[in-house]
C-alpha cells in the first residue's frame, strides 16, 4: 500500500518564536562574519528532515553544505560515534597509531590506489587542512613554490586556502597580504565559456593559457602544483568538459606539476562516484598525485583527509600534523559513512549503495529540473552529475540574475525546504544521499510552487 509522501510541516510563520529568540542572542554574540541567510534554527533531524524548535520540520536540499551523507542522526553512524565516545575520544594521532584511523586509511585509499601504485593518507580536521596540507606536502615535494589554481574556486578560509580561492572578492577584501607565489586560471564552465571559446572547446583553451603562462609569463619548471575542483562547487557547480582533466594530467606529466583534486564538495559518492574526477575517463588518463576529502566524508563529524601517491608524500618525520586530526569519534563516523556509501550496510529504500542511489536519484532530478526549463525560461542552465546539481538563474539577456535567484531561493525556503545558493546566480541542489525518489518529488513539487509564484 503506498503511503502518502511526508511533506514540511510550517507550524508557525518563519521565524517562529523559540527560533526568534535564538536568532536574536546569537545576533547578540555571534562574529560578525557569520552568514545569516534564513531564518531557520535547527533542533533536531531526522534523516532528510530538520525541525526548528516551533515545530517546523524542513526537507533538506543542502546538507549542511554538502556534508550531511547520511542525513541527520542517522543510526548506523550515532551507533558508530557512541561505541567510539565510550572507548576514548582522543589521544593524538600525529604521536599514536589508532587501528580506527589505520583503517580508515586503508578504506579510502581502496578507492583509488591501482596495480603498482600505492597511497597515503594525512588526516586533518576540515577542508582548508587538507589542502593547506596538499600545498605544504606540493612544495616540500617537489622544491618548487608556485601554485595555479583556478577562477570562481574554494578551497577554504585559512591564508593559504583563501589565496588559491578565486570566487568572491569578500575572501580576500582586508586580509592580504596573502600567500605569494599563487596563480589563477579561469576555469572551463560550459555554460560560460571563458578566454573567447565555445561550450566544447573552452576545456582545451584554458589548457592553451596555461600553456601560454608556461611559455612567458610563469616558468614551468616553477610550477609545483595545479589545483582544480574537478566539479567546481562554491563557483556554481558546474561540470567541466570531459577532455579537460585528461588534458591537465597530461600538461602536468609534461612539467613534472603536482595535480591535486579538490574534492571536498564533490567528493564522497555524492556524485554518484566516490569522487567526482572518476567521471572523466579510465583512470590512468585522469589520476591525480593528491585529493583532498572532507565535507561528506563523516556526516557532519569534522575529519578530513589529504590522500597522496606514496612516491608524492615524501616529507619529513614531524614535519607536519594535528593535535585533533583524524580523531577516533569522527573517525568512527567516517567509517559508519563509508559503509552506507559503498553498501557495506544498506539504507531502506536506497538500493545496493548511497553511491548508487544519489546516481539514480540525481539522474532523475536532474532530467525533472532541466523538463522545468521550459516552464521557467529564467532557468538558463541546470547542470551536474548524481546529488551535485545546479540551477542558473538568467535575465532575457542570458546574463546571470542574482537577485531572481535570491528571490527564488526565498520562495523555496518559504515552503519548507532548505536550500543554498552558490555561484553569481546558482541555487545548488546537494541534499543528503538518502534521498528517496519521493521525497525528491517533494522536494521537486516545492521548487514548481515557488517558482511559479516568482513571477
Ligand atoms: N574545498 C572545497 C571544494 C570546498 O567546497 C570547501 C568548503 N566549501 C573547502 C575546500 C573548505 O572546507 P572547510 O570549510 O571544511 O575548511
Redesign the pocket.
Known sequence: TATKPRQPILKTALPGPKTKAIMDRDAQHLSTSYVRPYAFVPDHGEGVWLSDPDGNTMLDFFAG?AVSTTGHAHPHVVGAVQEQVTKFTHVCLSDYPQEITTSLAERLVKHVERPGEKWRVFFGN????A?EAAVKLARNHTGRAHIISTMG?????TYG?ITLTGSKTKYKRGFGPLLPGVSHVPYPNPFRPPLGSTPEACGQAVLNHIRELFVGVIPADEVAAIIV?PMQ??GGYIVPPADFLPGLRALCDEHGIMLIY?E???GMGRTGKMFSYQHFGIYGEVQPDMI?V??GIASGMPI?ALLAKESVMTWPVGSHGSTYGGNPVAAAAAHATLDLIEGVVKHPGCGESLMRNAADVGAYLLSELKAMQSEFPFLGDVRGEGLFIGLEFVKPDGSPDGKLRDRASTAIFERGLLNLDCGEAVIRVSPPLILTREDAETGLEIMREALRGLS
Do not use: M, N, P
Open positions: 553544505i576540515s577542508g582548508a587542512e589542502v574556486s574554494f578551497h577554504g578560509r586556502a575542483e562547487g562554491e579538490d571536498v564538495q564533490a583532498t572532507a565535507k578530513s
